[in-house]
């Protein structure tokens, strides 16, 4: 594009050239609704689900509530109590807070991005299918009785089959860690999206705050969840096949699952409250008429939060019997991460500040955001102070600082947000006067119902007991924290009715009744903008007047649709200069039977209904697999002119495509789940005498450099399969070499006598082994389908470039899983 040229298209397009545009985002009608995929339709979706898991979970809460109303209530039966407190938090933690914060993301970011779409829409639909079908079958558990009841941490012994010999734990277990699985698969599409997917101009400085919080968010879900997935991975395979990572008469160490779960666990609080961070830095500059103040410092404090959160894991296991320098160190880091908080906290309020304030309704939430956050930073301060930590942990101390972040953290901004970004819907606000309602009851029911814990918790009283006797003193207390309970719960109710009235109202323009600065506020359709804008500050919508009406008539990047189906620019992260043309996928059934295949082999797995669940595995193999093979289709031209005189690729491959660095994401992931596994050997082993324990032994050195070298053999063999023009046997050349080192391992440990059932170690170089066998079971079949696909043309080979990605991961975790045994 000239310099001297205003916009990347001189002159206004004729409506006729939106025509093809409406038709490639026409939306399904119907029982076809289930197939879109666009992000308009996943978002408010997602949305709707994660709204409605917050409803179920806070009734589950106020049931407890009552129960603890008064002394020696019988309300609640105690394993029916220990069932609700263990899927309130569950549901709370997995099935509200982090799928409503991608929930969002997913609705907000192509808009405030600029772009149509996010790059992977039909991932973003399986994410969601698979995370509502995961939801309800673990809501399902409740009603036949075979809800989990070992808390939403299930700490083991507890959670072990000796304690817990029923189903209940497996359904937590299996269903927790697949719908980690979809958040993972949601974070890959939002690193990706944020990326690269941006409109053109929007350099990294000119990127919306809350995208930056979204990409620091995701960045953070690809490191924080493999240790829990390792974690249930090991917990299930205890139950199912007695393999004794956690039972200490064996060599196991129950601490041990919690190092793989707080090291999850306490990323997670800042997984939650970053993106509500930065949906305030966003909210605030409109709502007061000003730039944030601090913008840059803003936004290095949310990689800072996000990168000392990996900090603090022990920050929960001061009590678990750690060594005085770990626990100092840990305490350090504690309080070290509130400075970069406080910067964030201070920004606001010099934005308020420096602005003109107004009491409508999402001031009012962001303001008792401010309040009963901070005050719940500052009591997680205390419990940062080893002695103190001591004397509260396990108290009702503890669930009133948690109650005070994670509401103040998420709830007051997730309630601010609705209210601002409301007439994105259907271009209506909600009620001002309903919202002051609102608001006096959430606000006031959250410190009635949760400041008096505090006292109570330092008066004594433990967690989780469903019960206490009138000579405890805690009475008072109690019947406070359930009237507040209640005015929240009313709260919630009132805005739910108000909800559901803003939204039965006809459809409008939604316009910008805030006056804000960022793009979602252009006029938005299905395709989103009728062209991409071009961005020249990063309050385009307050630098750029003419922004709206240059982008509805056709003068920005890409009016109406070049090849006739769905369409977006791929830019440079650096840069964001338009790379190519990404052509995204229409809407389709596969993410949705995939998404209930995967579902349905998880839960029947966990019922023991293996030939059912088989057959629904097939299923979702099957989609899967016709998926990729659509994926794979050459575009019918190879540029698209983007704007006047600018002509672009249409699709990439290898370094400058999207799925390439889609692929090394989830490599970093598949790597995370490793480090898990091999953490464990390494945690057992030092818990030894004499390693390898007795009775136990490694194979014969010669095993070892024969599996090494089958290895090194079928990673180059996998190289060689990707040069021009494919060629079928080196790729199953290369799965062959992969199966044969794989059996070649397994042959030499059941020959040097491996019985995983016998001790930790042995389990944990067993829980390596499958982990290899897992690679080499899905990669097998892979070769098959490339060498199926025959000579692929260079336009459409991302599934052999990613593969081959994937397989050098593969190998190089065998070879250094190897090195790491026979080191130790």
Known sequence: MSEARATPNSLPRPPGEYEALERAWRKPAGWRALTAVNNTRIGRLYLATAFGFFLFAGALALAMRLQLAVPGNDFLAPGTYNQFFTMHGTVMMFLFAIPMVEAIAVFLLPGMLGARDLPFPRLSAYAYWAYAFGGAGFIATLAFG????????????????????GL?????????????????????????????????????????????????????????????????????????????????????????????????????VYIIFLPAAGMVSSMLPALVQTPLVARRAVIVSLAAVGTLSFALWMHHMFTAGLGQLETSLVSAASMAIAVPTAVQVFAWIATLWRGRVQLNAPTLFILGFLLVFVFGGLTGVMVAAVPFDWQAHDSYFIVAHLHYVLVGGLVFPMFAAAYFWMPLFKGHRMSEPWARWVFGLVFGGTNVAFFPMHISGLLGM??????????????????????????????AALFLIDLVRTLRRPQRAHGNPWRASSLEWLPQDEYATRSQPEVRSAEPLWRQPLLEQEVE?????????????????????????????????GDSWLPFLCAFGTAAFFLLLTLQLAIAAWLFGALAIATLVAWLWAADRPPAAAQALVAEGVAVPIGAQGRASHSWWATWVLVVVDVAIFASLAFTLVHLSMKLEVCPPPGAHLPDRPWPWLQASLLTASSVLAWWSGRRPLQ???????????????????????????????????????ALLCYEGLHASVLAPAAIYLAARGKLRAASRATLDNTILLWHCAVAQALAGLALLYWL
């Not at 989990?148 to 072990?160: A, E, Q, R, S, V």
């Not at 433990?462 to 709260?491: C, D, I, K, Q």
């Not at 080196?730 to 001790?759: N, Q, V, Y």
Request: aromatic content about 14%.
């Open 168 to 268: 209940n734990a497996d359904f937590w277990l299996l269903g927790i860690g697949f719908i980690e699985i979809s958040a993972i698969a949601g974070a890959i599409e939002l690193i990706i999206g944020i990326l690269f997917t941006r409109t053109p101009g929007m350099t990294p400085a000119r990127i919306p705050v809350f995208a930056w919080s979204m990409l620091v968010v995701a960045a953070m879900v690809v490191f924080a969840f493999p240790p829990l997935i390792a974690g249930t991975a090991l917990l299930e395979l205890e139950r199912a096949y007695d393999w004794p990572f956690f039972i200490p008469a064996r060599g196991g160490d129950p601490v041990l699952w919690q190092h793989l779960f707080w090291f999850f666990g306490h990323p997670e």
């Open 728 to 766: 079928w046997w080196p790729i199953l050349a290369a799965a062959t070499c992969l199966l044969g080192a794989f059996a070649a391992d397994l042959g030499a440990h059941r020959h040097a006598g491996l019985a995983p059932s016998g001790d930790a170690w042995s389990a944990s170089v067993a």
């Open 462 to 491: 433990p967690r989780r007991v469903y019960s206490y006797g009138t000579e405890m003193g805690w009475t008072g207390l109690n019947m406070a924290s359930t009237v507040g309970a209640l005015l929240l719960a009313g709260g």
């Open 553 to 585: 008539t056709g003068m920005h990047w890409l009016p109406g649709s070049v090849t006739g189906r769905r369409e977006t620019l791929v830019t440079g992260w650096r840069d964001a200069r338009p790379r190519h043309l990404l052509v995204l996928p």
């Open 146 to 165: 075979l809800a989990p009841d070992g808390g939403w941490f299930m700490y083991p012994p507890l959670t072990g089959k000796e304690y817990s010999p």
